[in-house]
């Protein structure tokens, strides 16, 4: 007795490039292989005729469909979790090579140690030497510095001649504190 074919491979994979019906028909199997565990109890092997019902029902146009929908999810949600990751990585991708892009912009601005040293002690250097300004007026800001200077001869308008002050016709006045 010739052993009878389901041809519910036929049904779920329009050709072998349907990576739908190849999910649609590994689905089907699972559902096969359950069913073959619920009805076998403690026998070796399940026979043809226990077989036929689940045929049956597995070849009807609403089973058909069934698998092809579920075998669109489990393919869609593969597609999304594909996605996810891939974005994620591209995501991350993108941060990296902005955050290397960035650095590489801003060596050219960043100084060099011996630079940032110099530059603080240059700061330090004008720092003391304002304090010491400072210092120095608030020491003597009470002491008057005056300053006279007489001139004994004019200047001879006719002849063009100056006669230069000297140390003995010129004062000056010593400050007092």
């Known amino acids: ?3 009878e074919f389901n041809h519910i491979y036929e049904k779920l994979v329009s050709d072998k490039n349907d990576i739908v019906g190849h999910i649609a028909y590994s689905i089907y199997k699972q559902d096969k292989i359950d069913y073959i565990k619920s009805k076998k109890k403690g026998e070796t092997a399940v026979k043809n005729k226990t077989l036929k019902a689940f045929h049956e029902i597995s070849s009807s146009e609403s089973s058909i469909e069934s698998y092809k929908i579920k075998a669109e999810l489990v393919l869609q949600a593969f597609f999304e979790n594909t996605l996810e990751e891939m974005s994620t990585d591209i995501e991350k991708q993108a941060v990296e090579n ?10 050219p601005y960043k100084p060099d140690f011996w630079k940032r040293v110099q530059s603080g002690l240059v700061s330090a250097f004008l720092f003391a030497l304002f304090l010491a300004l400072i210092a120095f007026i608030l020491q003597f800001q009470d002491t008057v510095f005056e300053f006279n200077v007489k001139k004994t001869n004019d200047i001879e308008s006719n002849t063009g001649k100056t006669d230069l002050p000297t140390e003995t016709n010129t004062e000056i006045d010593k400050p007092t504190e």
Do not use: D
């Open 1 to 3: 007795m010739p052993k």
């Open 98 to 107: 902005q955050t290397q892009i960035l650095q590489e912009v801003l060596i």
